[in-house]
Structure formats: structure tokens, C-alpha cells
């Protein structure tokens, strides 16, 4: 039996777009130090606002679109990923992930009580 909420779905997809934003965090990092490698990241935000559009009407599920990062500095080898910034990232990403982990488990946690509820 599968117990899902409206806000469950979008929770499991905030949380599946987030790991995605640290996979890509955590290829950047490790290629750090290949000769042309381009940063890749993606709107989270935006991305987030389309999974739940398409939640709304019901529609699929899109794949996050995964860009290249403009606007860095470039060093001489061509490769522009910042330790700096990767790190800002991935220290988000974390955040996120936890919040969304805590509003999780209270939804289940509510689903749980309901449950027993009725038993008593």
C-alpha cells in the first residue's frame, strides 16, 4: 500500500532535485583540476517551480536541466570551478536536504498518528 500526500510528492521531489544539485556540486569538485572542465549547475528555484507545476496538472515529472555555469572566472588551464563557491553549494544543498528530511517525517508522522488513531 502506497500512502502518498500532495505535499509528500512534493517534498519527495525538492529532495530528489536536491540531491541532484550535490551530485553536480560534488563533479565539480572533483574535477577541480581537469583542464577544461566547465562548472555545471542548475536553477534549483526554477527547477523546483516546474516540478510543481507538473505536479498540479498532473503532468510527468521533467529532468532538471543542467547548464553550464556562465560567469566564473576562467583560469588559464580553462577550467572554472571554484572550491569556494562548491563548497557554498554543497553547504546549501546539505540544508535543504535536512529541512526537507525534518517536513518528511512529519508528514509521515502525521499519517502514522491518523492511523493509530483509529485503532484506539
Do not use: C, W
Not at 516546474?50 to 566564473?72: C, K, T
Not at 546549501?92 to 488513531?117: C, P, W
Amino acid at each position: 500500500m502506497k500512502i502518498v500526500t500532495p505535499l509528500s510528492e512534493e517534498l519527495a521531489r525538492f529532495l530528489d532535485l536536491n540531491t541532484r544539485q550535490i551530485q553536480l556540486t560534488t563533479a565539480n569538485m572533483a574535477n577541480i583540476d581537469t583542464p577544461g572542465y566547465r562548472a555545471l549547475g542548475m536553477d534549483f528555484e526554477g527547477e523546483m517551480q516546474r516540478a510543481m507545476n507538473a505536479i498540479d496538472s498532473e503532468q510527468s515529472l521533467p529532468e532538471p536541466e543542467v547548464v553550464n555555469e556562465d560567469g566564473l572566472i576562467v583560469r588559464p588551464d580553462g577550467n572554472n570551478v571554484s572550491m569556494d563557491r562548491e563548497g557554498l553549494n554543497l553547504a546549501e544543498a546539505q540544508l535543504r536536504f535536512k529541512v526537507g528530511v525534518t517536513l518528511l517525517k512529519g508528514q509521515y508522522s502525521d499519517i502514522m498518528n491518523a492511523i493509530h488513531a483509529d485503532a484506539k
